[in-house]
């Protein structure tokens, strides 16, 4: 038989009852955790373990991987509990669990705590305290500087509270070392710098729906023509970074080829984001900085395999 939850939601004085099937309330809480988002959060973690010079067993890293996942989906689930007010006011969230009704500000709020104690006492038992400590920092970072303190104050918002994103490779990385080292500071700063053109790219053709909630975005204070001047600096500066892989010898000419590549289209894009008028290279500076930071971790993923194999063999003919 199949389950049926009800609850109650207060709308502006009134009293709202929903009623669920169980499995919508499972995909509800699912979506709290913003799969799309821990997507790429998971995948640069990932990254961070494997070019890593120190190996973990592979019960630990899938440990340490679902740790990174799960604080994520955490740190989501309590923004989006705080978000709650303005998410309703805006067409591109107004749809989430919270502000439709669908989940219990409460219940949300419990969600996102329990899990994220969970993953930061789990990745401390079972693989490092280090790791453990990134992760609550990231964490942390994210509830506390981003969602709580600057999002609604600041059009720096996504610069500083940016730094939460950016924590994965290198939580990854003490997960496999026990230690931060330079290069996973690297790796860091790439994504760092990545943040905001990606979101900035965004915000230029959303501007409306963040001024409608009053949220201090760069396109609402200072305007999308100053919105387009930044997000070339910080694609300007992004791209030279990217090769910080290669002068650390992380990684090699694979490598370097393929962010050479991908680096210069999406160098490409920020001039023409910053000559156009309208948002339609926005739009696509925006759908492709996700695929920019996909294929950058990939490629440093598969030059670090590549080597490794190379090494094997070699040793193997001696």
Known sequence: MEVVWSMSVKTKGAVQRVAQPADSRVSDFLVLLKPR?????????????????????????????????????????????????????????????????????????????????????????????????????????????????????????????????????????????????LESIALFLIIFLWTPPHFWALSLYRAGDYAKAGVPMLPVVAGKAETRRQILIYTSLLVPLSFAPVVLGMAGIAYGAAVAAIGAYFLLLAVRVLRERGDRTARRMFRFSILYLFVLFAALIVDRASATTVAQLAGGLR
């Open 37 to 181: 988002v821990m997507s790429l959060v998971v995948f640069t973690g990932f990254a961070g373990l494997v070019v890593a010079p120190d190996g973990l067993h592979p019960f630990l890293a899938a440990v340490a991987v679902l740790c990174i996942a799960v604080g994520a989906g955490a740190a989501g689930a309590i923004n989006m509990w705080y978000d709650r007010d303005i998410d309703a006011l805006m067409e591109r969230t107004r749809k989430r669990p919270i502000p439709a009704g669908r989940v219990a500000p409460d219940e949300a709020l419990a969600f996102g705590v329990t899990l994220g104690l969970f993953s930061v006492m789990l990745m401390g038992v079972a693989v490092n305290w280090t790791a453990a400590a990134l992760l609550a920092l990231a964490n942390g970072f994210y509830v506390f500087v981003y969602t709580v303190w600057l999002k609604r104050r600041t059009p720096q918002n996504i610069v500083i509270g940016g730094a939460a994103g950016a924590f994965p490779p290198m939580i990854g990385w003490a997960a496999a070392t026990g230690v931060v080292s």
